[in-house]
């Protein structure tokens, strides 16, 4: 097991991490095509209606992600009944779902007038809501069969799919925006798209699982209902707080700000997110692993995972956030245009907030790896409260814009939500107190301030003038040497390095 463990953990760390880097480069070279057909305010409706649909997805409930975790010891243990019974309450959780989405989307309708301020043609936007609304609803119905494949620690296979239909879509995209520049065709083709990759997702899943097919399906025990129950509510908690944080920036700076700066702010997103995502395929991949190893071992063995993990996460963060303090300005000016650059107050704020997000990669996995859902319940309420309070007063009394919606993000995640986290995790998973994790996460992160601002200083004195392809390349591979020198002064020592170390070592001998 313990090999099997590490076999997927890697093999769905590298082909997710590979595969995310193609997906990045897709992404920049549709969203260019988009801007250049389709221009700012299309942009901006984008994101306004990508943070629209996120909030919708509140009706999920963290039903997915919790039943995944109840499939990890039928997995392990061969419960072929058991899964089958799993696989059915999730498609029939899913359908009903979808049709919930799709009622309360259209139900919003009405309202979306007070929430753009935009030269567009309302009729248009309803049109443009309503085929992303659709797109939404598309996406809940076979999909729940990827969780097989996940729960089974082959994420691998889902990744795969997504990236050879990703690649269809963007390119027939992109030449129906040569061709004919109309955003409503744009979306069809991604709603078509998107229908046809859940399909296939769906097919792969039956022909790897035959059992699944068995019409005789056993009912749950009470006990496993039970269970699904509590890490539901728990999960929705998180979920509806998590949702509410990361999906009304669009909204509030819409309607406080304009259209316009939902679209700058929205490259910007572009860029941390896609990094954000690249270290989760690294992190996030090894969940099932993780889940599998608590649900077949002593979870006091856990703690010594989880330092490494922390640390791996660590890795990732202290790298990409000196790159993006070096380049993210230079990048846009170069990509885009010095008309689509932020300030650099709020360019500072956007790598800050990107940095304490990924930071609670580690809780995230963990919550999940170990259905901690239940404990976290009342997470939510609190972190909503203080994110609206904070970005309205900012937004409202200061008048601070885009400023003042990060800050609010700021001080809802690192004044309350990472600790709050951090306690779930060290309480019921490892029975340990948290201050080790306050000492840590402290070190860290003054690890990535000395090496942030010492980067920035040396390379601000030798880069001048408007920034170039190769000027950007150049700050890339001086801010990776500078950090690595950081970073090997600050960690050399430590047991967990010498883990990094032997993770490559044995890697190295694979490849041979």
């Known amino acids: 097991m313990k090999k099997d463990r590490l076999h997927y953990s890697i093999l769905n760390s590298s082909i997710s991490s590979v595969i995310y880097m193609l997906r990045l480069i897709m992404q920049f070279a549709i969203r260019t095509v988009f801007i250049h057909f389709l221009g700012k305010e299309f942009l901006g409706l984008n994101g306004l209606f990508t943070n629209i649909l996120s909030?919708?997805?509140?009706?999920?409930?963290?039903?997915?992600?919790?039943?995944?975790?109840?499939?990890?010891?039928?997995?392990?243990v061969g419960d072929q009944p058991k899964i089958r019974a799993l696989m059915q309450l999730y498609k029939k959780a899913y359908n009903y779902i979808g049709f919930l989405v799709g009622i309360i989307g259209l139900g919003l309708i009405p309202f979306l007038k007070y929430m753009i301020t935009s030269d567009i043609e309302m009729s248009t936007i309803y049109i443009?809501?309503?085929?992303?609304l659709a797109n939404s609803v598309v996406s809940y119905f076979f999909t729940y069969k990827r969780s097989m494949l996940i729960a089974d620690?082959?994420?691998?296979?889902?990744?795969?799919?997504?990236?050879?239909?990703l690649i269809v879509t963007t390119v027939v995209q992109?030449?129906?925006?040569?061709?004919?520049?109309?955003?409503?065709?744009?979306?069809?083709?991604?709603?078509?798209?998107?229908?046809?990759?859940?399909?296939?997702i769906s097919r792969i899943t039956d022909k790897e699982y035959p059992y699944l097919l068995d019409k005789h399906h056993e009912k749950l025990d009470k006990e496993t209902i039970t269970e699904i129950k509590k890490n539901v509510i728990g999960n929705v908690s998180s979920k509806i707080g998590g949702v509410i944080v990361?999906?009304?920036?669009?909204i509030l700076i819409s309607s406080f700000v304009s259209l316009t700066a939902v679209g700058l702010y929205s490259n910007y997103t572009l860029i941390v997110n896609s990094v954000q995502n690249l270290c989760k395929q690294v992190t996030n991949s090894i969940t099932a692993s993780i889940g599998n190893y608590a649900a077949t071992n002593e979870r006091s063995k856990g703690y010594e995972l989880f330092k490494k993990h922390f640390f791996v996460n660590h890795t990732l963060i202290f790298f990409s956030t000196v790159i993006l303090f070096n380049v993210l300005n230079d990048f846009i000016v170069w990509w885009l245009g010095d008309t689509f650059?932020?300030?650099?107050?709020?360019?500072?704020?956007v790598i800050v907030n990107y940095a304490i997000q990924v930071?609670?990669?580690?809780?995230?996995v963990f919550i999940e790896s170990y259905g901690l859902y239940w404990y976290q319940r009342k997470k939510a309420i609190i972190e909503a409260f203080i994110n609206l309070a904070a970005s309205l007063l900012l937004l409202i009394a200061f008048r601070l814009g885009i400023t003042g919606v990060l800050l609010g993000t700021i001080i809802s995640s690192f004044g309350f939500v990472i600790w709050y986290e951090a306690y779930i995790i060290y309480k019921y998973a490892f029975n340990l107190p948290m201050w080790n994790y306050v000492k840590k996460l402290a070190e860290y992160l003054v690890q990535i301030a000395i090496a942030s601002g010492t980067s920035v200083w040396l390379l601000n004195q030798f880069f001048t003038g408007s920034p170039s392809f190769t000027g950007v390349i150049a700050k890339v591979i001086l801010s990776v040497v500078i950090g690595l020198v950081w970073y090997l002064l600050f960690n050399f020592r430590k047991n967990e390095f010498r883990y990094i170390l032997r993770i490559f070592q044995n890697l190295l001998r694979r490849g041979k």
């Open 55 to 76: 909030l919708l997805s509140m009706a999920e409930l963290g039903i997915g992600s919790s039943i995944v975790y109840s499939m990890y010891k039928p997995l392990a």
């Open 128 to 132: 443009i809501y309503i085929l992303f």
């Open 153 to 165: 620690q082959r994420t691998y296979v889902t990744t795969i799919n997504d990236f050879i239909f």
């Open 174 to 200: 992109i030449l129906f925006l040569f061709w004919y520049p109309n955003y409503v065709l744009y979306l069809t083709i991604q709603i078509l798209f998107t229908f046809i990759g859940n399909l296939s």
């Open 246 to 250: 990361m999906g009304t920036d669009n």
């Open 341 to 349: 650059v932020l300030t650099e107050m709020a360019t500072i704020l």
């Open 359 to 364: 930071y609670r990669n580690t809780g995230f």
